[in-house]
């Protein structure tokens, strides 16, 4: 394996010399778009960045804010395995005091009782009493005598590992709630995927280890399991105190970060991309360059090349689908309620799929210790119930669902708000991956000054240091290095070839079963 060289292994002295005469368009302001314009930026390497948003930098890791109190879309953890990654991190909070370390406690929230997430198996046979243990037990043995085959779905995969009892209890109803979708539907390669180290027996063995103090650091094969690792960084301000920072330190070099700029055309002369156009409050503008990187959903930035794409390619990207998501936030007059970072809700009887405590992940989120704010986070699809309701209905749905399942008095909220995020998820069906590649492919052989980059800009599940990852080594490339962004895998180490029997994602999303 090649790693990548670190951020401040660079300098000046090893740029290629034509980088003074380079100009870099960069698509989006998010973690890889500002990552991007930040390598750049240091590499006097002049840059435009654009971005759709009016106000708010971070895409998807922004941190939000309403009234003094600041949130996240979904919880940020930072934590990576690439020291290259972290490296950038600390250059752009250089400061000491910008950073917390947050133990992480989390936990699945059923049937009124609270269970240690990841699970600890004597804490939830004993929760469960004694009847609906014994239950789980005999549900259990009848798995391993009679497994499902063949084992199809999630359902069929989970079953067979931890009987159907404990599978309707702890991973039925969160699965269907994420994925909009019965676990009868979902391929069984997902649950091999993102269940991975895990069986009744890994939890028994943790379950031991924890109640002899051990620490949980469960490995598999040499690693440690990712769902395991206790505590992280965290920014005080939330992850968006990340990438307001890059913006300020991008700014502070000359190189523009343009708000409330959506890039609607992307023209090229069939051998490179020339320009883009972008509509503003004040029409429309165009910005040349020599090179150019996109963090836009790829379906969307297919769309707007000119001239366009053949029928093949255009029909490939609309065939990307997409997972959304929105966030309830709930002021509560309350300073203390629970003390989890996030709390999973498997109760079948409300939407809600998790809660953000984020007072819980640092104070500095909000404006007055004695009031808590969470976030109520529930997955949909945009046009569905959830996603068109309005925003005074969704508050109420929250504060109702809150209360009924004993987390939060409604007479205690005392305000809200609700945030959005369309393609908060890019889905893998069956054929996203040869339909990234279709779109891939043409662009490669005909752009030669494209690249993509980031989460929705290469249609991957990833995190933040993943996404960040892609667009350093695309940045190499325009100082003159040769890196394969695409072959950047979950743990955002490069890897000189893509395995094939490997999905480099990692973080699946689940199929459907046809
Ligand atoms: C619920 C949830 C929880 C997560 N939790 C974690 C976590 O704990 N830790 C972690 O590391 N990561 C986490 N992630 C992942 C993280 O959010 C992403 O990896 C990261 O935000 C991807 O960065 P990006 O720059 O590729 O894309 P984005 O964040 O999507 O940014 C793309 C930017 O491009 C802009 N844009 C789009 N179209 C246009 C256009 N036409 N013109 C101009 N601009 C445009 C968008 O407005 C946006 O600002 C989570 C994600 C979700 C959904």
């Not at 804490?123 to 005598?145: D, H, M, N, P, Q």
């Amino acid at each position: 394996m090649t790693s990548a060289p670190t951020a401040s292994q660079e300098t000046p002295e090893e740029r290629d010399p034509n980088t003074d005469d380079r100009h870099v368009v960069v698509m989006g302001a998010g973690p890889a778009g500002l990552t991007a314009a930040w390598q750049l930026t240091r590499n006097d390497v002049t840059v435009d960045v654009l971005e759709a948003d009016p106000e708010i930098v971070g895409g998807i890791a922004r941190t939000a804010s309403y009234k003094g109190f600041r949130f996240d879309i979904g919880g940020h953890r930072f934590f990576t395995k690439a020291d290259e990654v972290r490296v950038v991190w600390h250059e752009i909070l250089d400061r000491d005091d910008d950073w917390l370390t947050v133990p992480r406690l989390s936990r699945i929230f059923y049937n009124g009782k609270f269970f240690q997430y990841p699970l600890r198996a004597f804490e939830a046979l004993r929760k469960l009493g004694i009847i609906t243990s014994a239950l789980c037990l005999l549900s259990y043995a009848k798995a391993k005598v009679l497994p499902r085959k063949p084992e199809r779905s999630f359902e069929d995969w989970v079953v067979n590992r931890f009987g159907y009892r404990l599978y309707s209890i702890f991973f039925k109803t969160y699965t269907e709630k994420v994925w909009g979708m019965p676990c009868s539907e979902i391929s069984a390669d997902w649950a091999a995927q993102r269940i991975k180290g895990l069986s009744l027996l890994e939890a028994v063995k943790n379950a031991v280890q924890a109640s002899r103090g051990g620490p949980q650091k469960a490995k598999k094969d040499g690693e440690v399991i990712k769902t395991l690792i206790e505590e992280f960084e965290y920014p005080k301000y939330g992850p968006g105190m990340m990438w307001e920072r890059a913006t300020e330190k991008v700014r502070a070099r000359g190189n523009p970060v343009r708000m409330g700029e959506r890039v609607v055309t992307v023209r090229h002369d069939g051998e490179r991309v020339t320009e883009v156009v972008v509509d503003t409050n004040d029409g429309q503008r165009t910005y040349g360059g020599t090179d150019f990187l996109s963090t836009l959903p790829i379906r969307e930035l297919a769309n707007i090349i000119e001239p366009a794409p053949p029928q093949e390619v255009l029909e490939a990207a609309n065939a990307l689908r997409y997972r959304d998501f929105l966030t309830v936030v709930l002021v509560v007059d309350r300073a203390e309620l629970f003390p989890d970072n996030w709390i999973y809700i498997h109760d079948p009887t409300v939407h809600l799929g998790r809660v953000q405590n984020f007072k819980n992940w640092s104070p500095f989120m909000v404006p007055d210790t004695s009031q808590s704010a969470l976030g109520l986070e529930y997955f949909c699809t945009e046009g569905d119930t959830l996603w068109d309701m309005g925003d005074e209905d969704l508050r109420a749905l929250g504060a109702r669902e809150i209360e009924q399942i004993g987390l939060a008095r409604a007479e205690d909220i005392i305000d809200g708000t609700t945030v959005r995020m369309r393609k908060a998820y890019p889905v893998y069906d069956d054929d996203y991956k040869e339909n990234v590649a279709t779109v891939w492919n043409w662009i490669s052989d005909n752009l030669s000054n494209l690249q993509l980059v980031g989460r929705n800009g290469m249609h991957k599940y990833n995190n933040q240091d993943h996404s960040m990852m892609t667009a350093m080594l695309a940045a190499r490339n325009i100082l003159g290095e040769s890196w394969d962004p695409w072959n950047v895998n979950t743990d955002a180490e490069y890897h000189e070839e893509e395995r094939e029997d490997h999905d480099t994602a990692g973080r699946m999303i689940p199929q459907r079963l046809t």
